[in-house]
C-alpha cells in the first residue's frame, strides 16, 4: 500500500526540529528511522502533514554509560543497542526484546526511540523499557525535562509528549544486585508482526527469598502495563513454581487485553498467564 502525501523536514539540530514540530502541531510527526511511523501510515491509522526526520541531528546516535545510568541516543539504531556488550550483559532482557524484532534489515534501521514514540501497545522495546523503569529526556524549545516512561504512553498510538517535544535519550538505571531478566513473546508467523501477547520479567533475591519483582506486558491492555498486584504477590516469597504461578494467575486476571482482528481478549488474557509464568521461571533461574 502506497504512502499518503506529506511534506519532509530533515533539520540539522534540536532545535529546528522543536521548531518544525512547533510550526504544525496537529499535523507534524518525527522520523527517526521510520520503520514503526511508516508502516502505521501505509495502513493510515496515522497520515501526518509533516515528517521531521531527525537522523541528520549530529550528535544523537551514541550507547553510552556511567556507573549508575545506561544512555541510548534518539537515533541508536536497534541493531547497535543488541550489539552493545553492557545491553547484553546487564540488560538481557531489552537485548532478547528487541531481538525478535522484524529482522536484520529492519533492525539496521529502526530505532528505539522511533519504536516507542509511535504508542503501540504491542512495542516489544515499550514492554522491555518499561520493566526496566527507564526514563526518558524530553526536549523542546523550552528546554528538557526527565520522564519516567510510565507515564509516558496515554493511550493505543498516543503519548504524553507535547506536540513540539522530541525524545532525546532513554536512561536505564544499572542494578548492582544482579537480578535475573527475561522477556517472551508470542507472535504470528510472519516475521514483521508485532507480538500479540509479550511480558518482560525481572526478579531479585535474598537468601532465597524474592526482594523484588517486575512484570511488564505487551498487547495485554491500551497501553503497555506493570502488574503491581502480581509482583507484590512475589516478594518475600521463594520464587518456586507455587509463587510463580500465583503471579501469572494475577497478572492474567489483572489485564484488560481488547479483542481485535488477531485474537480475541480472552484468548490474549490465556497468552498473558502463560508467558508470565513463562517469563518468572526464566528470569528466576537466572538471578546470579
Not at 102 to 129: F, Y
Not at 158 to 180: F, M, Q, Y
Not at 261 to 269: D, L, N, P, Q
Amino acid at each position: 500500500m502506497a504512502l499518503p502525501v506529506f511534506d519532509y523536514f530533515a533539520p540539522k539540530s534540536i532545535e529546528e526540529a522543536c521548531a518544525a514540530l512547533a510550526s504544525n502541531p496537529d499535523g507534524a510527526k518525527l522520523l527517526a528511522g521510520g520503520q514503526s511511523i511508516l508502516r502505521v501510515m501505509k495502513f493510515r491509522i496515522m497520515a501526518p502533514e509533516l515528517l521531521v526526520d531527525v537522523k541528520a541531528i549530529p550528535g544523537l546516535r551514541y550507547i553510552e554509560g556511567d556507573a549508575d545510568t545506561l544512555r541510548i541516543g534518539a537515533t541508536a539504531t536497534q541493531s547497535d543497542v543488541l550489539r552493545n556488550d553492557v545491553v547484553r550483559k546487564e540488560f538481557p532482557l531489552l537485548a532478547e526484546a528487541i531481538a525478535r524484532i522484524a529482522t536484520t534489515a529492519v533492525r539496521n534501521t529502526a530505532t528505539i526511540v522511533g519504536n516507542i514514540c509511535v504508542g503501540h501497545t504491542a512495542s516489544d522495546p515499550s514492554a522491555a523499557l518499561l520493566a526496566l523503569d527507564a526514563e526518558l529526556v524530553v526536549v523542546s524549545l523550552e528546554g528538557e525535562r526527565i520522564l519516567p516512561i510510565s507515564e509516558f504512553f496515554v493511550g493505543h498510538m498516543s503519548t504524553s509528549l507535547d506536540a513540539a517535544e522530541l525524545v532525546r535519550e532513554v536512561r536505564i538505571r544499572r542494578r548492582n544486585d544482579k537480578p535475573g531478566m527475561a522477556y517472551l513473546a508470542h507472535a504470528g508467523r510472519a516475521a514483521m508482526e508485532t507480538p500479540l501477547v509479550a511480558a518482560g520479567a525481572i526478579v531479585s533475591t535474598r537468601n532465597g527469598i524474592c526482594s523484588s519483582a517486575t512484570i511488564a506486558l505487551a498487547g495485554a491492555d491500551e497501553t503497555p502495563v506493570r502488574i503491581s498486584r502480581a509482583e507484590e504477590a512475589l516478594i518475600g516469597c521463594k520464587l518456586d513454581d507455587v509463587a510463580i504461578l500465583k503471579a501469572a494467575a494475577i497478572a492474567a486476571e489483572d489485564c484488560s487485553p481488547d479483542t481485535d482482528v488477531y485474537a480475541s481478549g480472552e484468548y490474549r488474557r490465556r497468552l498473558v498467564g502463560v508467558y508470565v509464568r513463562d517469563a518468572l521461571r526464566a528470569a528466576a533461574s537466572r538471578v546470579a
